[in-house]
């Protein structure tokens, strides 16, 4: 069978308050990265600020942008200019009081090929995003596009094997997830371990559930809680992407910057499933219970 290789490009990369700094040095590595010859180019999570879930300020609605709007324009113009399908992450104004954490997919004309609204909302300290986003309302649909279909999650969503399924059961050729997780200083070592290590598991695990790539970018560095009560969030890069098997295929370093392209064969997933057909032998007339909440 022919290949179907898609030159990746992963932007690992750490964020300020300075919004045109943040978007300057994003241009920059997505040129850098067309250079080197990638034809789709992936960012993190809200990637134009600093992560401002740390902490509920209302002060922080002022990072938030509408779409269409300035965000569309700049990144529509960076896809165009390189001839790149690209996957970016926006804090979404939908309307007064109403707000999304929205990635938008560029496609290589600079035409917006879709979005996608992160469906799982996380609540936790340091990640206070309820008091942001209202749950995505635009499903688990693929993103066409001139490379294929993408299928687009955001963080918190990667850890959901449904959310995976659904995107695979809808033509999805590859899981994308723009994500932005971090250590508590305060963690012990091995602490810090095992959940980077849980983190790299369960997206390999979706790669191998459903026969396709997965490509996760996260941001690195460490982000200051303004509220001062927490020790912040030392984000862990170790943005990756693996085949249809879990195997890897790119690793960055889990303690700085990072840019780099990669070949990922689409057409692998064909021949994996043909060996490991875990959609023919599903018991579809069994998994009703499902969509309950919890069973006893």
Same mark, same amino acid.
């Given at each position: 069978?022919?290949?179907?290789?898609?030159?990746?490009?992963?932007? $690992?990369?750490?964020?300020?308050?300075?919004?045109?700094?943040?978007?300057?040095?994003?241009?920059?590595? +997505?040129?850098?990265?067309?250079?080197?010859?990638?034809?789709?180019?992936?960012?993190?999570?809200?990637? !134009?600020?600093?992560?401002?879930? $740390?902490?509920?300020?209302?002060?922080?609605?002022?990072?938030?942008?509408?779409?269409? %709007?300035?965000?569309?324009?700049?990144?529509?113009? &960076?896809?165009?200019?390189?001839? /790149?399908?690209?996957?970016?992450?926006?804090?979404?104004?939908?309307?007064?009081?109403?707000?999304?954490?929205?990635?938008?997919?560029?496609?290589? !004309?600079?035409?917006?090929?879709?979005?996608?609204?992160?469906?799982? /909302?996380?609540?936790?300290?340091?990640?206070?995003?309820?008091?942001?986003?209202?749950?995505? !309302?635009?499903?688990?649909?693929? +993103?066409?596009?001139?490379?294929?279909?993408?299928?687009?999650?955001?963080?918190?969503?990667?850890?959901?094997?449904?959310?995976?399924?659904?995107?695979?059961?809808?033509? &999805?050729?590859?899981?994308?997830?723009?994500? *932005?997780?971090?250590?508590?200083?305060?963690?012990?070592?091995? @602490?810090?371990?095992?959940?980077?290590?849980?983190? +790299?598991? +369960?997206?390999?695990?979706?790669?191998? *559930?459903?026969?396709?790539?997965?490509?996760?970018?996260?941001?690195?560095?460490?982000?200051?809680?303004?509220? %001062?009560?927490?020790?912040?969030?030392?984000?862990?890069?170790?943005?990756?992407?693996?085949?249809? $098997?879990?195997?890897?295929?790119?690793?960055?370093?889990?303690?700085?910057?990072? @840019?780099?392209?990669?070949?990922?064969?689409?057409?692998?997933?064909?021949?994996?499933?043909?060996?490991?057909?875990?959609?023919?032998?599903?018991? /579809?007339?069994?998994?009703?219970?499902?969509?309950?909440?919890?069973?006893?």
């Amino acid at each position: 069978m022919k290949e179907k290789v898609i030159k990746t490009g992963i932007i $690992q990369h750490s964020f300020s308050e300075d919004v045109g700094l943040n978007r300057a040095r994003n241009l920059m590595a +997505i040129e850098n990265l067309a250079t080197d010859g990638a034809q789709l180019v992936v960012l993190s999570e809200l990637h !134009d600020s600093p992560y401002f879930c $740390q902490t509920e300020d209302v002060g922080n609605f002022s990072f938030a942008c509408e779409l269409p %709007g300035e965000f569309t324009d700049f990144y529509s113009e &960076a896809a165009a200019n390189n001839n /790149i399908v690209l996957v970016t992450s926006s804090f979404e104004r939908r309307a007064p009081g109403l707000y999304h954490n929205t990635a938008v997919v560029f496609d290589s !004309d600079g035409r917006e090929a879709g979005r996608y609204r992160k469906m799982h /909302i996380p609540d936790d300290p340091g990640f206070y995003e309820k008091f942001y986003f209202t749950p995505g !309302d635009l499903g688990f649909e693929p +993103i066409q596009t001139s490379l294929g279909k993408l299928g687009v999650l955001v963080c918190w969503d990667q850890w959901y094997p449904e959310a995976a399924r659904l995107m695979a059961m809808r033509g &999805a050729e590859m899981l994308i997830y723009p994500t *932005a997780i971090g250590w508590n200083p305060d963690d012990p070592a091995d @602490e810090k371990a095992r959940q980077r290590e849980a983190w +790299i598991t +369960i997206q390999r695990a979706h790669a191998v *559930a459903n026969g396709i790539p997965v490509v996760s970018v996260n941001r690195c560095g460490f982000e200051e809680d303004p509220s %001062g009560q927490t020790s912040g969030i030392d984000f862990w890069g170790s943005s990756f992407v693996c085949g249809p $098997q879990g195997e890897f295929l790119f690793e960055a370093p889990d303690n700085g910057p990072c @840019e780099g392209v990669v070949d990922v064969d689409l057409m692998r997933s064909e021949n994996v499933r043909q060996w490991w057909p875990f959609f023919r032998d599903r018991r /579809i007339d069994c998994y009703s219970d499902l969509t309950k909440r919890f069973l006893k």
